[in-house]
């Protein structure tokens, strides 16, 4: 499985964007996907999470109430939507995902084998 996440930017705070995680190779319909995010010197953050092809989505308290998550099945893509921006969601952003995924360890970096490249959302004051 390949991973590719893309819709980074520059945007200014309480702006929006929409970041993509597109997937090939898959065999499995039913899959979790989930973001995280890392900024320079810091560990990579849980940020969001569709459980099971969209069974349930849960969220960081952090982005909880500002971010959503979608999927497109025909295109293997789960978008995260951002809204309401703040210079501290600046970071690089990763998709990764898994067929085999425990719900009370889906927040952890180690329940995905499939990661894409990361794509840097910046947000400017």
């Known amino acids: 499985v390949q991973l590719q996440a893309f819709g980074g930017g520059l945007v200014q705070a309480g702006g929006s964007l929409r970041l993509s995680c597109a997937a090939s190779?898959?065999?499995?319909?039913?899959?979790?996907t989930a973001w995280f995010r890392q900024v320079p010197g810091k560990e990579r953050e849980f940020v969001a999470c569709?459980?099971?092809?969209?069974?349930?989505?849960f969220f960081a308290d952090s982005v909880k109430g500002r971010f959503t998550l979608s999927r497109d099945s025909a295109k293997n893509t789960v978008y995260l939507q951002m809204n309401k921006l703040k210079p501290e969601d600046t970071a690089v952003y990763y998709c990764?995902?898994?067929?085999?995924?425990?719900?009370?360890?889906?927040?952890?970096?180690?329940?995905?084998?499939?990661w894409g490249q990361g794509t840097e959302v910046t947000v400017s004051s």
């Open positions: 569709d459980f099971r092809s969209g069974s349930t989505t």
């Open positions: 190779g898959r065999s499995s319909r039913t899959y979790t």
């Open positions: 990764a995902s898994s067929e085999r995924v425990i719900y009370s360890t889906a927040y952890r970096e180690s329940a995905y084998g499939y």
